[in-house]
């Protein structure tokens, strides 16, 4: 058995960024991976009900946090977890690249993923090419050909603007119909610069090291599109499949948890909104985050004997 880390944070978003600084400041040897730095907080344009920052981007919150997170040595890996087991009392993690990752607690904030299209080619050209984030993303396509898949995200307009202003072209599929977007886009679709594809799926992602062109059924029929990269915005789901053969799930999938973020399993925990916890909102999933850490550390100081600094709570 390699090292054996004092707790793994699973996710990167605001809540596993959190309990990541929370189990820093006091000195827990702390693992964090996660497939992307941000989470769904990256791509949201504005937040306004974050207390103490006003109208704020997503982007702004996760890179002050990361600021902090910093300071304290905080170290990372992307890196996808597809499954924790449980050896007498340590966790195995083990991660898709093949790697296994051993750690005396669990604290899992994967959130929510976002859903894919299931077509051949996307995950082999996820970011060469393929991307879930047009915020986090659209910059590296900078006069560049794209295909924009949406669903009922509620920042599809955004997410439109911010291509049509950085690429040459943006082939459209909206898979949830938009209202007044003939009237909103009239400049982009008289000039070409936008083409709505109507009654449209994706059938392949093609390429070489990077995406090339697209296969789309349209109207019954097959066609090719040049493009450059493909980004895909259909919604999220929750995925604890890493994890739900061993805690407690409800029927939506989500981890159950209590009051201070423990699952059913001694030694694992979970915030944000992979948990059980109605309400889904930043503020909260930062909270739960805090919680979730605080248990990690009180857990680890009674079976363990760690050592915590008492300067943010008091274990009882």
Sequence with gaps: MSQIYDTCVIGLGIAGLTASLYLLRQKVNVLA?????????????????????????????INKILGELYKYGFKFIIDEVVKVEKVEDIFKIITRS????????????????????????????LG???????????????GKTVLYVSGSDPHVEFSLDTLLKTCSKVYWI????????????????????????DNCNVVKIDGDVKVRR???????????LDVDGVFIEIGYRVDTGYISHLVKVNEKGEIVVDELCRTSVDGIFAAGDVTSIPYKQAIIAAGQGAIAALSA????????????????WSIK
């Design 174 to 197: 909206p898979r949830v119909k938009i209202r007044d977007v003939e009237d909103r886009y009239r400049e982009y679709l008289e000039s070409g610069k936008l083409q709505i594809l």
């Design 98 to 125: 093949g790697r296994e990752y051993y750690s005396r607690s669990v604290i899992c904030t994967t959130g929510k993923s976002p859903i894919k299209l299931n077509v051949d080619g996307e995950d082999r050209f």
């Design 33 to 61: 991976i996660g497939r992307e730095i941000g989470g769904q907080l990256m791509k949201i344009p504005h937040i306004e009900n974050y207390p103490g920052v006003g109208v704020v981007k997503g982007s702004d919150i």
């Design 297 to 312: 550390c009180e857990y680890l100081s009674k079976k363990y004997g760690l050592k915590i600094r008492k300067v943010d």
């Design 214 to 224: 697209v296969l789309i059924k349209i109207n019954g029929e097959l066609k090719y």
């Design 128 to 142: 060469r090419g393929v991307s879930y984030c047009v915020i986090c993303d659209a910059a590296l396509f900078k």
